[in-house]
């Protein structure tokens, strides 16, 4: 099993300015993934952070808005850019079991971010 | 992008009875887990099926897939308040992929 605790749980941003979330693992993975939460939806994959390399971006993110550091096996940071009120979501960071998609995903707790 | 649909997309029943949720989804599945988010918190997880599985048990929790339908479905019984919540349904490739996608869940109210 992993702990993750992410770093804040909530916070009210005005738009136009940036907010960084942290990702702190228990153990050492190879990748994390950020996922985001709109409100009343499900989980949308925003990334795939690897340690020493670019983070993976799908569909319809991309790295000037939501950069993504990796400098260690057990941490990961994901900045939100340059916010505006559709970016008031739930954002919640991950990592799966030494089996991969074979076993379980482990979850921070969220950040809910709010933008005013 | 989401996998499949979930029904219902809410559900309220009373303490004490059955609550049965549904998943579908499209593509061929390495595995299928089912997780629970308390009050927009974290995912906690609940059971992984395999694909070559066609159902499985744990504690008041019981799981079915049907890979002919694309389908699944979790069955809590004898429900409580406690268990009021979200669930999801997630689905992991069989091409190798190393990402879940989820449904878009079923939100469930346990009435006292």
């Known amino acids: 099993s992993a702990v993750i605790s992410q770093k804040p749980s909530r916070d009210i941003c005005q738009r136009g300015t940036s907010l960084t979330i942290q990702c702190q693992v228990d153990?050492?993975?190879?990748?994390m993934f950020w996922y985001r939460q709109q409100p009343g939806q499900s989980l949308t994959l925003i990334a795939t952070?690897?340690?020493?390399?670019?983070?993976?971006?799908e569909s319809g993110f991309v790295i000037d808005k939501f950069p993504i550091s990796r400098p260690n096996l057990t941490f990961s940071t994901l900045t939100v850019s340059n916010m505006s009120p559709e970016d008031s979501s739930i954002y919640l960071c991950?990592?799966?079991?030494?089996?991969?998609?074979?076993?379980?995903?482990?979850f921070g707790q969220g950040t809910r971010l709010t933008v005013v | 992008s989401q996998q499949g649909e979930e029904d219902p997309q809410a559900l309220s029943i009373q303490e004490g009875e059955n609550a049965t949720m549904n998943c579908s989804y499209k593509?061929?599945?390495?595995?299928l887990q089912w997780y629970r988010q308390n009050s927009g918190r974290g995912l906690v997880h609940l059971i992984l099926?395999?694909?070559?599985?066609r159902e499985k048990h744990s504690g008041r929790l019981r799981v079915t897939l049907d890979t002919s339908k694309k389908s699944s479905s979790l069955l809590i019984t004898a429900s409580r308040a406690a268990d009021t919540a979200s669930y999801f349904c997630?689905?992991?490739?069989?091409?190798?992929?190393?990402?879940?996608?989820f449904g878009p869940g079923t939100r469930l109210s346990v009435l006292p």
């Open positions: 153990s050492q993975v190879t990748m």
């Open positions: 593509t061929s599945i390495n595995n």
């Open positions: 099926i395999r694909s070559n599985e």
């Open positions: 991950s990592v799966v079991g030494i089996g991969g998609v074979n076993t379980e995903a482990f």
């Open positions: 997630a689905t992991a490739p069989d091409n190798y992929g190393q990402n879940f996608v």
């Open positions: 952070a690897n340690q020493g390399s670019e983070a993976t971006y």
